[in-house]
């Protein structure tokens, strides 16, 4: 076990370094087409509810895709970190409108708690496989909250060095439907 601890950590550090290390330029040619290909699948998939984390650092920008989705009318619903791994989920009403959480993500502000069906997650991480397995950031946030949702379409979101053969798994992992990149 010592020895999948390390390996995700050794990972993660590599994965964030390349990230923060990307070229702004490149990373915005990437994030528009990671932000095109998401809005074909969640219209294909008549996706009336999306959950979407709001990005930090050097993470795929979906911003613009959110502000897309706004005024077609399409409900957003953004994650709050709670204790005990927990995800609130906020309506998001406008991407100007955030406050700062738990491990310098961010989360709508002033905003109502969403309780109702999701059909589409829009889900970060650090690594991603080819079996749609994911690596986050190590606190099991996502996991724990999307072993809640069985039945709701997946996708991963990450840049194309950020996919690699295979991500080090556990039983609690949960695997995505598709990895956009």
Not at 39 to 46: A, C, K, P, V
Request: proline fraction near 6%.
């Amino acid at each position: 076990m010592d020895s999948l601890i390390t390996e995700k950590k050794m990972l993660r550090n590599t994965m964030m370094q390349e990230r923060d290390n990307m070229p702004a330029a490149v990373k915005a040619v990437y994030d528009s087409i990671i932000c095109d290909r998401l809005e074909t699948l969640i219209q294909e998939r008549d996706a009336r509810v999306v959950h979407s984390y709001l990005p930090m650092g050097s993470e795929v920008d979906v911003f613009p895709l959110l502000e897309y989705l706004l005024s077609k009318g399409i409900t957003i619903v953004s994650p709050k970190t709670m204790p005990a791994r927990q995800l609130e989920n906020l309506v998001l009403h406008s991407i100007t409108d955030l406050e700062t959480g738990k491990w310098g993500t961010h989360h709508p502000a002033n905003s109502t708690v969403y309780t109702g069906v999701i059909d589409f997650f829009i889900v970060p991480g650090l690594a991603f496989d080819r079996h749609h397995y994911r690596l986050g950031y190590g606190k099991g946030y996502y996991d724990t909250h999307l072993a809640t949702q069985p039945l709701v379409y997946k996708a991963g979101v990450c840049y194309p060095f950020q996919v690699i053969d295979k991500v080090p798994i556990e039983t609690h992992d949960v695997q995505l439907d598709e990895v956009i990149y």
